[in-house]
């Protein structure tokens, strides 16, 4: 499956943004969708996952309360709705697809976008 990541940008802190992946060449529902972050100088770090269904979701603590995942299978595309942005959050952003259940390591992904970046200024 390839993916697809877009609707970065630069915010200001306490603003929001919603990301968006894009799936073709496979059937979207048969993944798990994982969002991931890479900040400058730093490890690509998880932010959230959920299962193909979107039923069951997991998300890194820092963003718990903030950020939303979903998907519309019909439409072969996930989201990532970020609110209340914080300047820590600046990072690149990925999208990222495995079939089975979601995983939280972001080796354990076989698809990537290839990222959006987003910026949030203080």
């Known amino acids: 499956v390839q993916l697809q990541a877009y609707g970065g940008g630069l915010v200001q802190a306490g603003g929001s943004l919603r990301l968006s992946c894009t799936a073709s060449g496979r059937t979207f529902s048969n993944y798990a969708v994982g969002w991931f972050r890479q900040a400058p100088g730093k490890e690509r770090e998880f932010v959230a996952a959920h299962l193909w269904s979107g039923t069951i979701t997991n998300y890194a603590d820092s963003v718990k309360g903030r950020f939303t995942i979903s998907r519309d299978n019909a439409k072969n595309t996930g989201y990532l709705q970020m609110t209340s942005l914080k300047p820590d959050d600046t990072a690149v952003y990925y999208c990222?697809?495995?079939?089975?259940?979601?995983?939280?390591?972001?080796?354990?992904?076989?698809?990537w976008g290839q990222g959006t970046q987003v910026t949030v200024s203080s």
């Open positions: 990222a697809a495995r079939a089975g259940y979601y995983r939280t390591s972001w080796n354990e992904y076989n698809y």
